[in-house]
């Protein structure tokens, strides 16, 4: 809990925000939200898979988002490398929240 504090508020590498949190965290946290949606459609549970598939991925990725983009903000190397951890989390965030 402590590591998602310090992501939420920009303390950690962008490196580390980006690739561990953004990347690795978000298809682990996403591919399994919507193999439990899917399972539970197939169980005629659609509230349950609603509430299943988005209760938890939303607010991860929301984090993530912010997250990376404060981390962007302190990184000290060339902004081009910021610019596009961001524009790249943004962008697959919002696909994986969508979808």
């Not at 561990?20 to 659609?46: C, D, E, H, K, Y």
């Not at 598939?53 to 903000?73: D, K, L, Q």
């Amino acid at each position: 809990m402590k590591h998602l504090f310090r992501l939420l508020h920009g303390e950690l590498t962008l490196e580390n925000a980006f690739w561990n949190w953004a990347i690795f965290g978000g298809l682990i946290i996403n591919v399994t939200s919507t193999a439990l949606f899917l399972f539970l459609i197939m169980a005629n549970r659609p509230i349950s898979a609603l509430i299943a598939g988005y209760a938890f991925s939303v607010p991860y990725n929301i984090i993530v988002t912010v997250g990376v983009w404060r981390c962007a903000e302190r990184y000290t190397g060339e902004r081009r490398w910021a610019d596009l951890a961001r524009m790249v989390t943004v962008v697959g965030m919002i696909v994986l929240s969508v979808t």
